[in-house]
């Protein structure tokens, strides 16, 4: 097999069975004797639990047991928050497995049912009675940090979760000078609540063994290694005893990240009744009880001079984060959103401050961007109102702020160094690519029976490949952040690898096997990726912040070129010739200058396994082990365009045409990498255009089914055009860049400001998302002061 499998659209491994039905979820999973849990849920998003009666449900069809929050009093500790955010004041909610005394949002889990089979235990639910006592309720973050807000917890004071700053050059200077000699910009921006949509809901189904005290897990989860982790920590089940089964995960998106509630609470239960138990949310579960995403209200100001040069952003960030802190909640609009504040320009001073705050919704954690969707948000939308104010091109005042082309680390004012890019030659290639100029002119012949075409850009560059672990450490996340990858070669040639990241549908079967394909030249078939099982992979810290290729992908290039190093050596004895005499290409090892005089990866694989004529203290087996920990993040980048149409009768948006641009570094799989892209763009038009999680002034989620909730739809979107430039990381070993999120953190500003650039004749300057036909028309007809 040449090398050349590195960057070649081969089909994804994973795709026949997943197509055809036949792969494995938790749900799917049936043991003998299984039991099966249900989960009481609050109706109220806030309110004291007064008493609970369960006598009616205990004495029902089929049920095993009931538990209620004192029953796993001193049995289940409080579910932890991984994010120990520093220099923050961090004020950490008990986050109890069941509420006991008060609910805080409308999902709280307030008892369990289990019994001999599903219905049973949803049917016992009804049969509890609880007696609440409602208390008044707070959803907005903004709204949550005033004085007379409803108090979510008693020990917390002004519902402040923590209070984060970032400042870098000086911002006040920046401001006082654009008072007089400059420009100031400033918005009001909302990031509403949005739901990850997985095609899987979460499930559970935990097996314990009393006899041994070994429990497996089956999980919808992105990291097995950490769940295992926490599990441990919660359930007191003892780590080596313990394994997490991520079987087939059907999408994810941020929200398999967290170890929830009811996941311990299947264990739990497994425990207590010594019976396999199994839970699955209903998909009206999963909207009202799984994380959501974003929840900012963002109060951002941009200072500029007269010509366009950004000279300060300042900002401050209400954070919401529902009524408890998941996982890894306090460092995403922190960490992954405030030091991106300055995105790919050279902005001397930036200041921002994040509240985070308690409010009565659910647990908001990472959704897809995580934080870098919303700092680009600002930073994009900003320069577009300062390029209509200015009367300059937004393409045009982007050109002038990029920080230059540099191919070995460059220091930005929040601190980071990001590792490579050519900002203005991406923007470049997509306005030549699009035709912008042709674009531009057609836009200007106006309007064609009311449909106003708008013209929307964003340039984007986002922190990804988390890692190194010193850095984890520093700010607080209670982790590491390497990756591990074992590669064994079998004596017919044939490679297994172990890695301990957890692909849940990006691919990485198939793109990982090209990785050794091309390195030691066996054919890519004849690799096969093990992962999601803690008993037979290496430690990882899972797949989130589009890490997985970036450090899991560098752990396995640098094993593989452990297991080539070797076979060179042992390669040169069997040819009894010298190692450093030695070459190698696709797959063969050969003496320079006779290349007649060569072994191939399977030759040498069969005498390392047999082991009858080795080298001289040369160890037995061609297995190769590393432990990756990356000296720095990296940081992929792009420019996308979109065209609308407005039709400003009735306020309908229609997208025209989307191109986006990404630079993730050389591709490995450049069919995975634009699959990769069409998902996330299609996820960030979402939240531009259709998607809100809706909670009423009591809490209560409106948009709880998919019928309320508006997810992207195929034949609502045109092609979406995918191109890119190559900018090699100078730090990860194959040169690869993160690709999973790019699409969902350019997208949603692009598709704003288009619509925007379209109502820009009309006098329209802000609309809350999403653009709903209502909201635009209402915009449209405020501006003309009807
Ligand atoms: N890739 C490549 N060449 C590159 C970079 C990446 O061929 N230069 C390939 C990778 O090898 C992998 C895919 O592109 O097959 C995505 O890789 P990567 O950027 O490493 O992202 P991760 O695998 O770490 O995935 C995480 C990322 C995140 S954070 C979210 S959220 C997300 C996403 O991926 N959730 C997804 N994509 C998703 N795709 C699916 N189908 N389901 C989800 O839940």
């Not at 907005?140 to 700053?165: S, V, Y």
């Not at 104010?389 to 160094?417: C, E, S, W, Y």
């Not at 990001?418 to 690519?433: M, N, Q, V």
């Not at 430039?725 to 194959?734: E, I, M, Q, R």
Request: hydrophobic share 40%; aromatic share 8%.
């Amino acid at each position: 097999m040449s090398a050349r499998i590195f960057g070649s659209g081969i089909r994804r491994r994973e795709d026949p069975r997943l197509i055809t039905g036949s792969a494995t979820y938790t749900d799917d999973i049936t043991l003998p004797d299984m039991a099966y849990a249900a989960m009481l849920r609050s109706p109220h998003a806030h309110a004291t639990i007064k008493n609970i009666d369960t006598k009616a449900a205990v004495a029902a069809p089929g049920v095993v047991a009931v538990y209620t929050g004192a029953d796993i009093e001193g049995q289940l500790e409080p579910v932890p928050c991984a994010w120990l955010l520093p220099d923050s004041d961090l004020k950490i909610a008990g986050y109890p497995c069941i509420a006991k005394d008060v609910v805080r949002y409308t999902g709280d889990i307030v008892a369990v049912v289990v019994a001999d089979n599903r219905y049973q235990a949803y049917d016992a639910l009804d049969l509890i009675e609880v007696d609440y006592d409602p208390l008044p309720t707070v959803i907005n973050p903004k709204a949550a940090a005033k004085a007379d807000a409803p108090q979510l917890h008693d020990d917390i004071e002004g519902n402040q979760a923590f209070h984060w700053t970032v400042t870098g050059g000086d911002v006040d200077a920046a401001f006082a000078e654009a008072e007089t000699n400059g420009i100031i910009i400033k918005d009001r921006i909302l990031q509403q609540r949005l739901i990850p949509n997985a095609m899987e809901t979460r499930s559970a189904v935990a097996q314990y063994n009393r006899a041994s005290g070994e429990l497996t897990l089956w999980s919808t989860t992105q990291n097995p290694h950490i769940a295992r982790f926490l599990c441990s920590v919660v359930t007191g089940v003892p780590e080596d005893k313990l394994r997490v089964i991520a079987p087939e995960v059907g999408g994810g998106f941020g929200s398999k990240i967290a170890v929830y509630p009811a996941d311990f609470l299947t264990i739990f239960c497994s425990k207590s009744l010594g019976r396999p138990v199994k839970w699955t949310e209903t998909r009206s579960e999963n909207y009202q009880a799984t994380t959501h995403g974003r929840d900012h209200v963002q109060d951002v100001e941009l200072s500029a001079t007269k010509e366009g040069e950004i000279t300060g952003l300042r900002c401050t960030v209400y954070a919401g984060m529902g009524a408890y802190l998941s996982t890894a909640a306090p460092g995403i609009p922190t960490i992954l959103h405030g030091l991106m504040l300055s995105g790919c320009y050279t902005v001397p001073a930036v200041k921002e401050d994040v509240y985070g705050l308690y409010t009565n919704g659910v647990p908001v954690e990472a959704y897809r961007g995580a934080g870098r969707p919303e700092a680009t948000f600002m930073l994009e939308r900003l320069i577009d109102v300062l390029a209509a104010k200015l009367n300059l091109d937004p393409a045009a005042v982007r050109q002038k702020n990029f920080i230059p082309k540099f191919d070995d680390g460059h220091d930005v004012v929040t601190g980071l160094t990001y590792d490579s890019g050519d900002y203005p030659g991406g923007l470049t290639k997509l306005l030549e690519h699009t035709d912008y100029k042709t674009l531009r002119a057609k836009q200007a012949e106006g309007p064609i029976n009311g449909k106003y075409t708008g013209i929307g850009i964003s340039s984007y560059v986002e922190i990804c490949g988390l890692g190194p672990s010193q850095v984890a450490g520093a700010i607080g996340f209670q982790g590491g952040l390497w990756e591990s990858a074992i590669v064994r070669v079998h004596p017919t040639g044939k490679v297994h690898v172990f890695i301990g990241a957890s692909p849940h549908g990006q691919g990485e079967e198939t793109t990982f096997a090209q990785i050794v394909a091309s390195e030691i030249g066996v054919d890519a078939n004849d690799v096969k990726i093990f992962h999601g099982d803690t008993d037979n992979t290496p430690m990882g810290w899972g797949t989130y912040g589009s890490r997985t290729t970036a450090v899991g992908g560098a752990a396995l290039a640098v094993a593989v070129r452990k297991i080539r190093d070797k076979a060179k050596v042992l390669a040169a004895h069997l040819l009894e010739a010298s190692a450093e005499d030695m070459e190698y290409a696709d797959g063969k090892f050969f003496v320079k200058g006779s290349s007649d005089k060569s072994k191939t990866i399977q030759d040498v694989a069969l005498m390392a396994n047999v082991a009858w004529d080795l080298p001289e203290g040369m160890e037995a087996g061609l297995e190769a082990s590393t432990f990756y920990d990356p000296p720095n993040f990296v940081f992929p980048y792009g420019s996308h365009l979109a065209v609308v149409e407005v039709d400003t009768e009735t306020g309908h948006v229609e997208l025209i045409k989307y191109t986006a641009l990404d630079d993730c570094g050389p591709q490995i799989n450049p069919v995975i990498v634009e699959g990769q892209v069409h998902g996330g763009v299609v996820q960030g038009i979402g939240q531009a255009l259709w998607e809100e999680a809706v909670y009423d002034d009591s809490a209560q989620l409106t948009t709880g089914t998919m019928l309320d909730y508006a997810l992207p739809r195929a034949d609502k979107l045109p092609p979406i055009e995918v191109i890119s430039t190559v900018t090699p990381s100078p730090h990860h070993p194959l040169g690869v860049k993160g690709v999973g999120e790019a699409g969902t953190i350019a997208s949603t500003v692009t598709v704003y400001n288009a619509v925007m650039d379209a109502l820009k004749p009309l006098g329209v300057t802000s609309i809350d998302m999403p653009f709903t036909p209502e909201r635009v028309w209402r915009a449209i007809q405020d501006a003309k002061g009807n």
